[in-house]
């Protein structure tokens, strides 16, 4: 007889990114069973996994608030919804100060206040401990399991999935009171830095049982890399000065307002840029960031701060970009009875409107709406 698992369970979570670790983690602590299925390894797999992240973390003086909700607006079009951003504000702090005091996540310290700085995560350790976490708090993991099908009874209600588990060679079923799609945005196999799993799996289960979707054309996102290269980290650009290859200034070229420019330049000319607006003290916060954005350039023996290298862009889709499934509530339910969707999954037009999620947003809305969904699902 062929091997095959039949699983039963409250919560079925899919994909263990941050949105899937915490939907599974809010969920469990809900008092749910949660089984939480990976297409690849909970805790190394998605786009967080290998890169360093910046949070959305914004103290809760209004004041700073504020400013933190008008940086994006006219940018995303004035699209943005301000309860949603508060709600955004208001989950991030709190879940950033339980990974500091109970996930007991490393922050680095501020030498001169002596508190910790809490608007960055570095993802290998973040994610890591988010695996540490669910484990403990009893969630069932099928790690390089996708889930290949949403299963739905005869009242349209969604109740499982059915995947492969590709390390045992077999099918799996899961059926759930509810389920939590949290597998990502789609980065059309662009090779953006952790994004070979983000195929849009959920994009398309949500689409075969009729889910709405949202923003999707805010879906074209691309980000700035050195040329042959797939480590993305377009805020760093914004300390870079763009050129064309005999040296004049590339002018309007930028990593926020000016991709345009560079996109259209790169049709006919090679584009090059120099990181040379940082700072000693940014430089070494910069390093300090995201290690990974350098190991590039030492390869190739570059200096980014003082030589100048060639660019290219890298689709990266929906994980940049806003689009996903549609949330109509306020636990992100879907127009899909017994559907909830989280992270890159769902859509970000809610704070970032028509403007890319990266830089700050996307991680935060990650750990909050997977917070929500996973107590919605429960
Ligand atoms: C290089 C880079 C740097 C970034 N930096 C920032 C930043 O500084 N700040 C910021 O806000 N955002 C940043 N982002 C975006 C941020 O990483 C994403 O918004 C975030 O990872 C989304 O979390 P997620 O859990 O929704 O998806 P992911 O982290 O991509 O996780 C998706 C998970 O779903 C799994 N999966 C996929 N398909 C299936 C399936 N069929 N079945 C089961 N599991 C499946 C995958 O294996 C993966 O584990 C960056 C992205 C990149 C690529």
Redesign the pocket.
Known sequence: MTEFLDLSTDVLV???????TWAALRARQSGADVVL????Y?GT????????????YVGPDPSVRAKAKASRESLGGHLADHAWMDRVLDQTYANMNLLAEEGRYPFPVDPETGAQIRT?LQ?PEYMRRMRTWIKRAGVHILDH????ELLVDADGQVRGAA?YRRQKHHDYRVTAGAVVI????C?FLSR????N???G??AL?AAEVGAVFSGMEFSNSY?IVPANST???T?YYGYATFFHADGRVLEGAGSTKGRSVIAKTLLTEPVFAQLDRANSEVQRQMRLGQPNFFLQFDRRGIDPFTDRFEVDLLA?GT??GTGGIEVVSESCATTVPGLFA????ATRERICGGFT??????????MSS?SWAGIGAA
Not at 37 to 40: A, I, L, S
Not at 342 to 345: E, F, L, P, Q
């Open positions: 899919i994909g263990g990114g941050p949105a899937g299925v990976d297409k690849g909970c797999s998605g786009a967080t996994a290998p890169s360093g992240t910046g949070v959305w960055g993802g399991s996708p889930a290949l995947g949290a597998s990502g945005g980065a953006a830095l952790g994004t799993v983000d195929t799996d959920g289960m980000a480590i993305t980290k805020a990266e994980v940049r989280a992270g890159d999954a999620g990266g830089g700050s947003h996307n991680s935060a809305w990650a997977g």
